[in-house]
């Protein structure tokens, strides 16, 4: 059952268009991804979503609601974590709980909610004083506390060490074991990967494809693997381009790379012994995510992030 439907969303700012013909939908209870580089047309997109910004044209459906007309009862549903969201430095955590409940007509348990995020011994602790980790996770907290259906989380991780962003993934996933539904924005392709039952690719304000991230990557090659490897002597490329399992091999400043499927590392690393050919350093890489990005839009989402 679907608790988003979004259809030909459009949003410009002047000459620059921010959201072009964006059309998606999120099933209940699912972690729903919209993944893409920064200035993508993410944040604006979900920002429509939530009812924090009016679209040009288009239609958007929150549990049944259109969150230009029913905006008051979208946010009595939803929770909304910012891109970039601030508290006062000196408000204690425990008096943004009360705030925040207090918008609310049946809160969660402020003190439970703490306790699940570990932020229990920091009640009295001022805003400026938490750590990056720590401020993240008060922020699912306050998106947490009105306990609502969506729970729309913009670019959670950015900024925390490796520990904390994965510490936070967990928590994520905690959220959708809840019985809520997760809506993530991120340009973090592990993070997409890790987490999200489904994605829409976003670049240049368009979903450019919408599928599980397995589905993504089964349309790279086939879904296939990579062996990256040094060799001892140099060798016709021949010899692993006849193999059935290759489908290409590449060659770096240093390295010899050679993408494939079936058995492939029993067929190259054979085939190579026969001619006393050693792959030095070799390295296995099931094709990901980031090479779907690639294949689907031409470019990679880490250097343009």
Same mark, same amino acid.
């Given at each position: 059952?679907? #608790?988003?439907?979004?259809? *030909? ?17 999120? &099933? ?9 580089? *920064? ?6 997109? /979900?920002?429509? /979503?939530?009812?924090?910004? !009016? ?30 969201? &601030? ?55 306050? =998106?947490? #506390? ?25 928590? !994520? ?18 993070? =997409? ?15 450019? =494809? ?6 993504? #990557? ?12 040094? =060799? ?43 001619? *006393? ?10 094709? *990901? ?12 989402? !880490?250097? &343009?992030?």
């Amino acid at each position: 059952m679907a #608790v988003i439907e979004v259809a *030909n969303l459009h949003k410009r700012y002047g000459d620059q268009v921010a959201v072009d013909d964006v059309s998606f939908t999120v &099933e209940r209870g699912e972690i729903f991804g919209i993944l893409g580089p *920064n200035g993508a047309g993410k944040t604006t997109t /979900v920002e429509c /979503v939530e009812g924090l910004r !009016v679209p040009d044209s288009g239609s958007i459906s929150v549990l049944g609601f259109d969150p230009r007309q029913d905006g008051w009862e979208v946010r009595r549903r939803v929770g909304v974590q910012l891109q970039k969201s &601030e508290l006062p430095e000196k408000m204690r955590v425990a008096e943004a709980m009360d705030l925040y409940s207090s918008f609310y007509p049946n809160p969660a348990d402020g003190d439970k909610l703490l306790d699940d995020l570990g932020l229990t011994s920091k009640r009295r602790t001022p805003f400026k004083k938490l750590s990056g980790g720590q401020q993240q996770r008060l922020a699912i907290a306050l =998106a947490l #506390v009105g306990n609502p259906e969506i729970a729309f989380l913009d670019e959670l991780t950015t900024g925390l060490d490796p520990q904390a962003r994965r510490d936070t993934w967990q928590l !994520v996933e905690q959220i959708r074991d809840r019985g809520v539904t997760v809506v993530l924005v991120t340009h973090f392709m592990e993070e =997409a990967e890790r987490l999200c039952d489904r994605l829409a690719l976003v670049d240049a304000g368009r979903v450019v =494809a919408l599928d599980t991230p397995a589905g993504l #990557v089964s349309r790279v090659d086939g879904g296939g693997q990579r062996l990256r490897f040094r =060799a001892s002597v140099d060798f016709d490329d021949r010899l692993l381009t006849d193999l059935p399992e290759v489908t290409s091999v590449a060659h770096t400043a240093s390295q010899v790379v050679v993408t494939g499927n079936g058995n492939l590392l029993h067929a190259v690393s054979s085939t190579l012994a026969s001619r *006393n050919v050693v792959p030095l350093d070799l390295r296995i890489e099931q094709t *990901n995510l980031e090479d779907a990005f690639v294949a689907l839009t031409g470019r990679r989402l !880490v250097e &343009e992030s």
